[in-house]
T-cell receptor
């Protein structure tokens, strides 16, 4: 049984560019959350998607947007990249009905903005 | 503002010893308290979790102790092994909120 998968593993972008990160949830899970983890810090909640809608958003600017597809996979888009966006981006999936509790994380995408 | 405060920032323990990590919270509406283990270059892995109606939960060598009145909870790693060397995060969430609020993390090093 595959866990949460994310692509790409690493990414290097230039300031001002746009980036798209992808996530496939664990089998049987229908809820996807995205987190940003800066070096040496705990993950910070970006938003959660359920039934192809953004259900809740954290304190992140509108440059961060997302999408969930009918197969429950999800994308995170970041526009107008800033140096401060360099971080590990984590996707977490949850079983139906417990999206605020059990969250299982993928390996993350390491984004470096130069 | 961090809703969950975690300490210590790092700790070193001898093989076979006990590692203890503490977390404190302010929001009494929190009703789910998980602990995650993260190895370098990997995502956090759910280790163990507790609800506030239980004072202790044990899974193998890992135990959560929960003190509702003090608004504190802790992770005890018994018989620590070198393979336990990792960063541990406490977190909390509530039924009406869909995010996990994480502590800042504790790096545990187990010396052989």
């Amino acid at each position: 049984d595959a866990g949460v998968t994310q692509s790409p593993t690493h990414l290097i972008k230039t300031r001002g560019q746009q980036v798209t990160l992808r996530c496939s949830p664990k089998s049987g899970h229908d809820t996807v959350s995205w987190y940003q983890q800066a070096l040496g810090q705990g993950p910070q909640f970006i938003f959660q998607y359920y039934e192809e809608e953004e259900r809740q958003r954290g304190n992140f600017p509108d440059r961060f947007s997302g999408h969930q597809f009918p197969n429950y996979s999800s994308e995170l888009n970041v526009n107008a990249l800033l140096l401060g966006d360099s971080a590990l981006y984590l996707c977490a999936s949850s079983p139906r009905g417990v999206g605020q509790y059990e969250q299982y994380f993928g390996p993350g995408t390491r984004l470096t903005v130069t | 503002q961090q809703q969950v405060k975690q300490s210590p920032q790092s700790l070193i323990v001898q093989k076979g010893g006990i590692s203890i990590i503490n977390c404190a919270y302010e929001n009494t509406a929190f009703d789910y308290f998980p602990w995650y283990q993260q190895f370098p270059g990997k995502g956090p892995a759910l280790l163990i979790a507790i609800r506030p109606d239980v004072s202790e939960k044990k899974e193998g060598r890992f135990t959560i102790s929960f003190n509702k009145s003090a608004k504190q909870f802790s992770l005890h790693i018994m018989d620590s092994q070198p393979g336990d060397s990792a960063t541990y995060f406490c977190a909390a969430s509530i039924a009406s909120d869909y995010k996990l609020s994480f502590g800042a993390g504790t790096t545990v090093t187990v010396r052989a």
